[in-house]
């Protein structure tokens, strides 16, 4: 592999074996996966495109852009896995490479090698750039509308404040404000340091880059208003956008050192790098793209940190700027430090089963402990001898290969091979596989009128392709539920059980 002459088709190949090709591997995840597709699929069935609906009922959890995206690959490719995850992937694909094309005209095309292959094969990534979520498609409409406003700042063209604006507005219909917030602050703050704040005002106010942003943005906004009235304002910004920063929505909360750990294992095979680019902020001051792309990870690992809601993926916001800031140190580095952690968290994953029965006692969550009674058996010999053979390969290239660069594609070989082929298909069968069973067992039967007792699992709307109900099961009723509450029956069939989770026709309640 030569990175001089081949970048391109190296990274092309990271991204096909790291996006494209696990599309299939793994089951729908829940609950966020579950949500989205089975969102996606009552769209296709209802015919409503503006307002988007889940197990029947309005959803203001996120814009439109994602469904619309995926409703074209589902009616292209079929109601799938593949289909549904499809367009995240694409996105990721356009992210990677805006990272690389944007890295190489302000850098060089060594770094922009660096910094995209960085993004290509982290870890958290690797878990959300193809995911049938909205993340991977708003990640890469705000890489895009940040590289846009640098550009303009660099040059001065026009141009540039109307591709922002563009930008800007596609990822307001993808994941609303944040889309708008994070360029518009961050701009702010890095111009107003510079002594450009009347730039900064004759960019935000352009007329033409607002009638893009209007003309793209607004038509389903309105839409959707006219559609839902007040519960459209209520749902969407007060409750999904606004209490998300003041409060704590479904138990996501956390410290504010959240996003600390997140970071460090996120950033994995190359945190090393990002450790590194981050000790070193002082210099930044004087070099006007290491401190634009500094301020850009800043704000949103700050402002995150003080959210009242906390989720992993709300800090990939901000990562993109520090693949390239990471990438800038790719010529003093030691091994050990990419090698160890990475052999760490593979020694770790190789004996997750020991380690969970190990404290099962501590465990509360009763479906957690179901499910560790299968680990054994999910997490069978063949996935541990797969966790110890990358082990040894890794042992190998840190031994055998002196070439740096072949030493960094190797890690990030590694990488994307634990997680995509033995990581995630692991899980997914182990958490999600027999939702998906269950599901389409019950589409194949003809089951009506099915029950989702104290369990809330979407994607087994998307594989039975039909609504659930959640009222109080009664004799005669097909019911599915975790297996910890089958106790609250006294008589009931098993139409289909595994793992932890069962569907049940209950004889009597």
Do not use: C
Request: hydrophobic fraction near 50%.
């Amino acid at each position: 592999m030569n990175i001089q002459k081949q970048p391109i088709a190296i990274l092309l190949f990271f991204i096909a074996l790291a996006f494209f090709l696990p599309l299939s591997l793994a089951p729908l995840f829940d609950l966020d996966e579950g949500a989205f597709s089975e969102a996606t699929r009552e769209m296709l069935n209802g015919g409503d495109y503006i307002t988007t609906y889940l197990n029947g009922e309005l959803r203001f959890d996120k814009p439109i852009l994602i469904y619309w995206f995926q409703l074209l690959s589902v009616k292209t490719f079929g109601l799938n896995e593949f289909a549904l995850r499809l367009p995240s992937a694409i996105a990721g694909a356009i992210w990677a490479m805006s990272i690389y094309f944007f890295t190489k005209r302000v850098i060089d095309s060594k770094i922009a090698f660096w910094a995209t292959l960085f993004m290509i094969t982290s870890l958290q990534i690797n878990m959300i750039a193809k995911a049938s979520i909205a993340d991977s498609l708003l990640n890469m409409f705000i890489a895009l509308s940040m590289f846009s406003i640098y550009l303009f700042f660099q040059n001065r063209e026009n141009r540039y404040i109307y591709w922002t604006f563009l930008f800007v507005a596609l990822g307001t219909l993808t994941k609303g404000p944040v889309a708008i917030m994070i360029p518009l602050v961050v701009s702010l703050m890095f111009f107003s340091f510079r002594g450009e704040f009347k730039l900064w005002l004759k960019m935000i106010f352009n007329p033409i880059g607002i009638v893009i942003f209007l003309v793209v943005a607004m038509p389903w906004y309105i839409a959707e208003y006219m559609a839902q009235g007040q519960a459209f304002i209520d749902g969407f910004f007060l409750k999904h956008n606004l209490s998300r920063f003041s409060s704590s929505m479904e138990k996501h909360s956390g410290s504010i050192f959240y996003f600390i750990p997140v970071l460090i294992v996120g950033m994995m095979p190359f945190t090393y790098f990002v450790i590194k680019a981050i000790a070193k902020a002082r210099e930044y001051i004087r070099d006007d793209l290491k401190l634009y792309l500094f301020i850009w990870f800043g704000f949103v690992f700050i402002f995150f940190s003080f959210s009242g809601t906390k989720l992993p993926h709300y800090v990939i916001y901000g990562y993109t700027p520090m693949f390239i800031l990471g990438a800038l140190y790719i010529d003093s580095f030691s091994k050990k430090w990419l090698l160890y952690p990475l052999i760490g968290f593979l020694a770790i994953l190789l004996f997750l089963p020991d380690i969970a029965t190990l404290f099962q006692s501590q465990i509360r969550d009763k479906l957690a402990v179901e499910l560790i009674k299968d680990a054994y058996s999910t997490f069978d010999i063949f996935y541990r001898v797969e966790l110890i053979l990358l082990i040894v390969f890794l042992i190998f290239v840190y031994k055998k290969i002196k070439d740096n660069n072949r030493f960094l594609i190797s890690i990030a070989l590694s990488m994307v091979i634990m997680v995509n082929y033995i990581v995630i298909p692991t899980y997914g069968k182990l958490m999600q596989q027999p939702i998906k069973e269950a599901g389409l067992l019950a589409k194949k039967r003809g089951y009506k009128n099915i029950i989702m007792y104290k369990i809330n699992m979407p994607s087994f709307n998307v594989y039975y392709e039909g609504l659930v109900s959640k009222e109080k099961p009664h004799s005669g009723d097909i019911v599915l539920t975790k297996v910890t509450r089958l106790k609250d029956f006294k008589d009931y069939e098993t139409l289909y059980r595994k793992r932890g989770f069962a569907l049940i026709k209950v004889k009597e309640r």
